[in-house]
């Protein structure tokens, strides 16, 4: 059983800085990415960026050039850098991952169960 697992959210000011961490555990055989998406009270969820196995980095418009998306493959580990954070960044944050837990299974995605960001104005 895969599981993946936040942390790193909480309460910062307008312009403060937030690592948010996401570890994935369990019968993994090979992860194909990773990424993280943002659900805002009422709204749906969003992808903010993801990161392939190859290190290709792809971001949301209103990610770019205040969160940095990086993993450390040993350690199955996925991170977002958010800098410059603005209220309308305040949400929930879920870490997601594909990935094969047996070689011979398909891809699959997995989610973990999220952690909370609330920016203050």
């Known amino acids: 059983q895969v599981q993946l697992v936040e942390s790193g959210g909480g309460l910062v000011q307008a312009g403060g800085s937030l690592r948010l961490s996401c570890a994935a555990s369990?019968?993994?055989?090979?992860?194909?990415?990773m990424g993280w998406y943002h659900q805002a009270p009422g709204k749906q969820r969003e992808l903010v960026a993801a990161?392939?196995?190859?290190?290709?980095?792809n971001y949301a418009d209103s990610a770019k050039g205040r969160f940095t998306i990086s993993r450390d493959a040993a350690k199955n580990t996925v991170y977002l850098q958010m800098n410059s954070l603005k209220p309308e960044d305040t949400g929930v944050y879920c870490c997601?991952?594909?990935?094969?837990?047996?070689?011979?299974?398909?891809?699959?995605?997995?989610w973990g169960q999220g952690t909370q960001v609330t920016v203050s104005s």
């Open positions: 997601n991952a594909e990935l094969r837990e047996r070689p011979w299974a398909p891809a699959r995605d997995y």
């Open positions: 369990g019968s993994i055989f090979r992860i194909n990415g």
């Open positions: 990161i392939t196995t190859g290190g290709n980095t």
